[in-house]
């Protein structure tokens, strides 16, 4: 039976048994939306060839580079751009709405523009600021956990906009035309989420030149900031307008 979501899950989690495709589909199940799981990992390449019907594919965050040579990445890549492609219309025909979360709008960025994600100076975790382009007043509180980034080059594709951005990370969202939004932040979750995925990913935080106290003094700063409807907004409104 046709699902209105897609949920394309990546190899990420936000803590010991709890990733984010879990997060993502409470937030659309909330909103009236059935929703579909395909495992990237194991299931990308067959999906090249045979995609499920939907309303719209929203990528999860993980934690496998664009850069990796491994077959479902290279497959993903490819599933992305045909993707992407039949969002904003062949023959003036729309398809599916797409959305990626952190590597999520990595691999957006990648399929429009190889060569597209860099590393940072160092991990970018918490919950941060951002700025919306163009708008000096528009700051917002999102929740952030990325080491790798887009190169803001990417605007010189046709049809792409940065929609936030901060000191840190030149794109924190994107768009392509009307119906592919990326953002390099989470926005399905909540502070209580991002004080576990801390915890969680010490190791890693550390390894990318983070600081985990930090990023927990970070949350507790902003943690009354950070807009409840985050997720309705930017993904909700985008998939079902």
């Given at each position: 039976?046709?699902?209105?979501?897609?949920?394309?899950?990546?190899?990420?989690?936000?803590y010991d048994s709890l990733d984010y495709a879990d997060r993502i589909e409470q937030r659309?199940?909330?909103?009236?939306?059935?929703?579909?799981?395909?495992?990237?990992?194991?299931?990308?390449?067959?999906?090249?060839?045979?995609?499920?019907?939907a309303l719209a594919y929203v990528f999860t965050g993980g934690q496998t580079s664009v850069h990796s040579d491994a077959a479902w990445m290279r497959a993903t890549i490819k599933l992305m751009g045909e993707l992407v492609a039949d969002a904003n219309g062949r023959d003036g025909d729309t398809g599916p709405a797409v959305v990626g979360v952190c590597l999520g709008s990595q691999l957006i960025a990648e399929a429009?523009?190889?060569?597209?994600?860099?590393?940072?100076?160092?991990?970018?975790?918490?919950?941060t600021e951002v700025n919306r382009v163009g708008d000096h007043q528009g700051i917002g509180v999102v929740p952030s956990f990325h080491y790798q980034a887009i190169n803001p080059q990417i605007e010189e594709v046709d049809g792409v906009r940065i929609e936030y951005?901060?000191?840190?990370?030149?794109?924190q969202a994107l768009s392509y035309g009307e119906r592919v939004f990326g953002c390099q932040f989470h926005p399905e979750l909540t502070p209580d989420d991002v004080r576990q995925l801390i915890d969680f990913n010490e190791d890693v935080i550390s390894c990318w030149h983070g600081d985990a106290a930090a990023a927990h003094r970070s949350v507790e700063q902003y943690q009354d900031e950070l807009p409840e409807d985050l997720f309705e907004r930017l993904v909700i409104d985008r998939i079902t307008r």
């Open positions: 039976m046709p699902v209105d979501v897609q949920i394309c899950v990546a190899d990420g989690l936000i659309l199940t909330r909103a009236g939306l059935s929703c579909g799981r395909l495992n990237l990992v194991t299931e990308a390449a067959d999906l090249t060839a045979r995609r499920p019907p429009l523009r190889p060569g597209s994600i860099i590393d940072t100076a160092g991990i970018e975790v918490g919950l951005r901060n000191e840190h990370t030149s794109v």
